[in-house]
C-alpha cells in the first residue's frame, strides 16, 4: 500500500556531513508533513525535523543549525542533510509520513490519515 524507503546512512567521523532521504510510494494523495525522527540506543525516539505542507519547517533544539530538511512535494521525498555530526548523532533515523491521505480516503471521504514510518536507516558518528 505505502512504502516510505529511507537511504543515506552510515559510518562518518565527527564534523562530518551525510545527506539522508526517504521516498514515500503508493497511491498517495497528499501528506501533512514530512519528518525525520531518530532514535538512539537506550533513548526514546524525537523529532529531528519536520517540513509540512503548510507552515514553517521546525527542528529539534539540539539540530541547532546544523541539519537542512528538504521536500518535494510533487515527488514525495524527503531529505536531511546533516553537517557538523556529533557522536551524539549516533542513532537510527527515521522517515515520517505525517496524516497521509491515500486516492481512495479522498475518494471515500476519510479525511483524518494515517501515520506511516520507514524501517530507519542507521547513523553512526565515530569520535
Not at 522517515?95 to 490519515?113: F, M, V
Amino acid at each position: 500500500q505505502v512504502q516510505l524507503v529511507e537511504s543515506g546512512g552510515g559510518l562518518v567521523q565527527a564534523g562530518g556531513s551525510l545527506r539522508l532521504s526517504c521516498a514515500a510510494s503508493g497511491d498517495i494523495f497528499s501528506i501533512d508533513a514530512m519528518e525525520w525522527y531518530r532514535q538512539a540506543p537506550g533513548k526514546q525516539r524525537e523529532l529531528v525535523a519536520s517540513f509540512p505542507t503548510i507552515g514553517r519547517t521546525k527542528y529539534g533544539d539540539f539540530v541547532k543549525g546544523r541539519f537542512t530538511i528538504s521536500r518535494d512535494k510533487a515527488k514525495n521525498t524527503v531529505a536531511l542533510e546533516m553537517n557538523g555530526l556529533k557522536p551524539d548523532d549516533t542513532a537510527v533515523y527515521y522517515c515520517h509520513a505525517d496524516r497521509l491521505l491515500l486516492n481512495s480516503d479522498y475518494d471515500e471521504g476519510r479525511y483524518d490519515g494515517r501515520d506511516f514510518w520507514g524501517k530507519g536507516t542507521l547513523v553512526t558518528v565515530s569520535s
